[in-house]
Every structure is written in structure tokens, then in C-alpha cells.
């Protein structure tokens, strides 16, 4: 049973960055589709950037392009997300999400594990 586990949430200024990782135990990432989540308080969960299994590519919500980098690292079996020039409303809850099954991988439809989130604050 695949077990994910987000860290690297925080406060930082608009402007400046931060990095997540989610990590996992019971197998392997490189064999999922990983994909980051975020919930803004009050609105609904949105897709952010999810990279396919065994392969490097990645797609990325509008809002975030240019700005967030999804990676893998497949050493330390962990799927990271690089956020740079960061903005109030990039502020939420992140959340990684992985599945073995065929999605659209910008939708949370067929995620089948969910971290806990780690929450991003992005204020002055």
C-alpha cells in the first residue's frame, strides 16, 4: 500500500519561493502518475502540476507556468515541486496525489492516494 507524505509548506513573502516534496513508502513513485494539488480557503481543490509515470513529463495549470516545476527524484523516491515568484493566491493547502491508472492528470478524478496537504502561505 503506497503511503504519501507532503513536507515543505510555509510563510514566505510574495515574491519569493519555496520548495515541497512528497515522499513515499510501499513502493516505487517512478511506477505513478504524481500529481500536486491546492485548496484556497473557500474555493474548491484545483489541479497545479502532475508529471506522468516513468517519464519526465509534466503538465502545469495556467496559473502556475513559468513559476512551479514538478520533478522527480526517483534516488530519494520523492516527486518535488519547485515554486518560484510566488504570489497571495498561490496561498492554500497542497496536496500530492499518485495513481496507477490512466487520468487526466491535471484532474483529481482516478487519484487513488492523498497526502494529509501542507500548507502554503504566501503573505507580506
Known amino acids: 500500500q503506497l503511503q504519501i507524505v507532503e513536507s515543505g509548506g510555509g510563510l514566505v513573502q510574495p515574491g519569493g519561493s519555496l520548495k515541497l516534496s512528497c515522499s513515499a513508502s510501499g513502493s516505487t513513485l517512478d511506477n505513478y502518475i504524481l500529481g500536486w494539488f491546492r485548496q484556497a480557503p473557500g474555493k474548491e481543490r484545483e489541479g497545479v502540476s502532475c508529471i506522468r509515470s516513468r517519464s519526465t513529463n509534466r503538465f502545469d495549470a495556467d496559473s502556475v507556468k513559468g513559476r512551479f516545476t514538478i520533478s522527480r527524484n526517483n534516488a530519494k523516491n520523492t516527486v518535488d515541486l519547485e515554486m518560484n515568484s510566488l504570489k497571495p493566491e498561490d496561498t492554500g493547502v497542497y496536496y500530492c496525489?499518485?495513481?496507477?491508472?490512466?487520468?487526466?492528470?491535471?484532474?483529481?478524478?482516478?487519484?487513488?492516494?492523498w497526502g494529509q496537504g501542507t500548507q502554503v502561505t504566501v503573505s507580506s
Open positions: 496525489a499518485a495513481t496507477s491508472a490512466t487520468v487526466r492528470c491535471l484532474t483529481q478524478q482516478g487519484y487513488d492516494y
